[in-house]
């Protein structure tokens, strides 16, 4: 039985949903002190913590990023939703309001009163497809402490269908790239379970498609 309002590692992951509707109350900076400190205690490549976080709060950078945010979902994420059936462990009711959230979120994400966009900071090397090992464990955890300060969070990067479009709009030097956008508040939604499939649809033992005996007898 999960419990909602239980700090324990595991609930806390367990209902930790994409939280799109989101009040534009200010957070207070502590809390995002918190949930900073908490994505810098992530793993990442070597230590060398290439990292970087962008707090933005200034409206006109948000409002100017939010733009480039709805065309990527006019020219590309609401026609897929219209065009693919819910995915395992969600009903077609379910992921109806999902995508009613999502486009909530896309009409509201400049509202939203804290961004935290996740970067690297590359240098003159370019990004490769290991790059994301050293930003994306930082991101979960932001997640699972924003989760945890009762606060409403998701990580989205639709902004990268645009993505030098995206990056002068946010100032980011040369040399540093966007990984994610988290923006945080607190949630009009609830926090609940996370509609999820089966592990014996996914886990496999040995070989992808041998399943594992231990998880096909698990939910």
């Known amino acids: 039985m999960i419990d909602i309002s239980s700090k324990d590692v595991f609930d806390v992951m367990f209902t930790t949903r994409a939280m799109r509707r ?128 009762g606060l409403g969070a998701t990580l989205t990067n639709r902004h990268l269908y645009f993505e030098e479009e995206s990056e002068k709009a946010l100032g980011l030097p040369k040399g540093v790239h966007s990984y994610a956008i988290i923006p945080i508040g607190y949630p009009l939604g609830n926090f609940g379970p996370v509609g999820r499939g089966s592990m014996g649809e996914f886990v496999f033992q040995d070989k992808i498609g041998e399943p594992w005996q231990a998880a096909s007898v698990l939910k």
């Open 22 to 149: 989101l009040r534009p109350d200010p957070v207070p900076d502590d809390l995002v002190l918190k949930i900073l400190k908490a994505g810098m205690s992530a793993a990442n490549g070597g230590n060398m913590q290439t990292w970087r976080f962008l707090v933005v709060k200034d409206i006109e950078i948000k409002k100017k990023v939010q733009v480039i945010y709805k065309k990527a979902y006019d020219e590309w994420i609401s026609p897929r939703y219209s065009s693919i059936s819910p995915p395992p462990g969600s009903t077609k009711e379910g992921y109806h309001r999902q995508h009613t959230a999502v486009e909530y979120l896309t009409d509201h994400f400049h509202e939203a009163p804290i961004w935290i966009v996740a970067c690297i900071d590359h240098g003159e090397s370019k990004p490769t497809r290991h790059s994301g090992a050293s930003i994306y464990p930082a991101v979960q955890n932001m997640l699972l402490a924003a989760r945890a300060l």
